[in-house]
């Protein structure tokens, strides 16, 4: 016996009947890609250290960016990047020497490269790296993270040219990044 989802999906399906061969061959014009792939979910889930998954940073990342009028959308890692003008890695915590490679090339034809906290700090069988993160992408952020962790609620005081206090209601994640001359030495936060 039909039920509603039936009648749904047969209604959608005469839908696209009509329509079908004018949007057949059809894409959509994305200039803004938020990278996702389901094992950086995975990977996450293993030691999430407090921060929020790659799913809930692609979602608000996306929202944000149809919010301002962005074209962008979710691209799947392993697809093309062309055409695109920048890339968002929200939590990739697994990356391979092929996207690594990829997303070098990207940045040197011009293209705008965004990693969030804890992106590219493992090989993509979830097995620690050897060498600093972000890995596979220091040349292309032109740093090494030497450390990193969480700090609760309340004040942290980082010397930033002078001593400065930086107050937070909430968790905050922070960093500290060393370019590989050593000749710039920062500290980069990441409030929730």
Not at 26 to 36: C, E, Q, R, W, Y
Not at 52 to 76: C, H, M, W, Y
Not at 138 to 145: A, K, L, M
Request: charged share 30%; hydrophobic share 40%; aromatic share 8%.
């Amino acid at each position: 016996m039909p039920r509603r989802r039936y009648h749904e999906l047969a209604q959608e399906g005469a839908e696209f009947a009509r329509i079908g061969d004018r949007i057949l061959g059809t894409t959509l014009s994305v200039k803004g890609a938020v990278l996702i792939d389901s094992d950086q979910d995975e990977a996450h889930q293993t030691l999430p250290m407090g921060l929020p998954s790659p799913d809930d940073q692609r979602r608000v990342i996306l929202r944000e960016l149809l919010r301002r009028k962005i074209a962008a959308g979710f691209i799947n890692a392993r697809d093309s990047f062309e055409g695109l003008k920048v890339i968002f890695m929200p939590g990739f915590i697994l990356v391979d020497e092929d996207l690594a490679a990829r997303l070098a090339d990207f940045v040197k034809d011009g293209g705008l490269l965004v990693a969030t906290a804890r992106s590219a700090t493992r090989h993509r069988n979830n097995r620690a790296c050897e060498f600093a993160p972000p890995a596979f992408l220091n040349d292309v952020f032109g740093v090494t993270i030497e450390e990193f962790g969480k700090l609760e609620h309340g004040s942290i005081d980082l010397e930033v040219g002078k001593w400065t206090s930086v107050e937070s209601g909430g968790a905050i994640w922070c960093g500290h990044h060393r370019k590989p001359d050593d000749s710039m030495s920062y500290w980069a936060l990441l409030s929730r």
